[in-house]
């Protein structure tokens, strides 16, 4: 049985992380969130000692270490301009690291924890679940099985509604979140990546706070991309079945299904952590890379080829 602390108790994606713990017969010794709707941890880990304060939870883990033999991972589920800092401190800690999406902000993260890491003789592990999505390993190895050297056509659409709240809280502040492309669209780019090769153009066409849309050139394909947290720019026959999340990738014509056990993938991930072959810092570098020069690239002009189809429907209203 391995031992874990867990930061970030109340966010959204906490019960999946708790979750996961218990379902591959692990322990949860210690969490921290400062707010204190934590109530989810008496369905998985009553036991677990709880702190609001991460001075006092940092006295805990350190406590842990010099007394027993620490904590053996530390699972990040904490705002994203955070991880860094709690990246680094699990390691510190002498702890193994799992951390959720988007691993950190920045591409040089990547390469100081990179360092903190060898030093440490412990790993970082990023939540990449989609990787483990039948459907997308499918498509990988269809993929990886061609060497005709076709260049695959791809509209990538994911709209997942918020309400007002979201711009509002952490999640709407670029500095904390990386912005749109950032906090709901990395895993798309990782699995893009992972499945079509390195990124070779860039380009942007919209960045806003509630949307966003451009161009990805990789090795394996042009991918026009959409992402919106904005309720108005659902399908119309999405509103009509009361559903606040659509997903799509169309692959020359076909559509790529796997909404299917989207969500259900962490305990998978955790599995394979725990053999060690979790995905590492270097799994998501190109996804990190891409988002972050999303965020940084200047607007250009989009070209009838380049456009994603939901820029040019009828929705001028969404988009000014």
Same mark, same amino acid.
């Given at each position: ?9 109340? +966010?959204?994606?906490?019960? *999946? ?9 692990? =322990?949860?010794?210690?969490?921290? @969130?400062?707010?204190?709707?934590? +109530? ?21 883990? @350190?406590?842990?270490? !010099?007394?027993?033999?620490? &904590? ?19 390691? *510190?800690? +002498? ?19 990179? =360092? ?8 970082? %592990? ?17 993929? @990886? ?62 960045? =806003? ?28 026959? &999405?509103?009509?079945?009361?559903? *606040?999340?659509? !997903? ?43 988002? %972050? =020069?999303? *965020? ?17 429907? @009828? ?6």
């Amino acid at each position: 049985m391995k031992t874990f602390a867990l930061i970030g108790a109340a +966010g959204f994606i906490a019960p *999946r992380h708790l979750k996961a713990i218990k379902d591959t017969g692990n =322990q949860l010794v210690a969490a921290f @969130d400062k707010f204190d709707s934590v +109530g989810i941890l008496d369905s998985y880990f009553p036991e677990a000692h709880y702190f609001t304060e991460f001075e006092r939870f940092d006295r805990h883990i @350190d406590k842990l270490r !010099r007394e027993y033999r620490g &904590v053996d991972y530390v699972s990040i589920c904490s705002p994203n301009y955070l991880h860094d800092s709690h990246i680094r401190f699990g390691l *510190r800690s +002498g702890a193994n690291v799992i951390c959720e999406k988007p691993l950190v902000l920045n591409p040089w993260n990547i390469d100081s924890l990179s =360092q903190i890491e060898e030093e440490s003789g412990k790993n970082v %592990y990023n939540i990449l679940q989609l990787r483990l999505h039948p459907s997308i390993i499918e498509l990988k190895k269809r993929i @990886d099985s061609d060497i005709s050297g076709k260049i695959y056509d791809i509209d990538l659409t994911y709209i997942t509604s918020r309400g007002n709240w979201y711009n509002s809280s952490w999640k709407g502040d670029i500095s904390k979140s990386g912005g749109i492309a950032t906090n709901i669209g990395v895993h798309f780019f990782d699995m893009l990546t992972w499945i079509f090769g390195k990124p070779k153009n860039n380009i942007v066409h919209l960045h =806003q706070d509630k949307k966003a849309a451009g161009y990805l050139e990789l090795e394996k394909a042009r991918v026009r991309w959409f992402l919106s947290t904005q309720y108005e720019t659902l399908p119309d026959e &999405v509103k009509l079945t009361n559903k *606040r999340t659509f !997903r799509s990738m169309v692959m020359e014509g076909e559509q790529i299904e796997f909404s299917d056990g989207f969500t259900d993938l962490h305990t998978e991930t955790y599995e394979k952590i725990l053999l060690g072959k979790g995905f590492g810092l270097k799994d998501a570098y190109p996804s990190i890379d891409i988002v %972050y =020069q999303i *965020r940084n690239t200047v607007i250009s002009q989009a070209t009838k080829d380049e456009t994603h189809p939901f820029i040019n429907r @009828d929705l001028k209203k969404v988009f000014v």
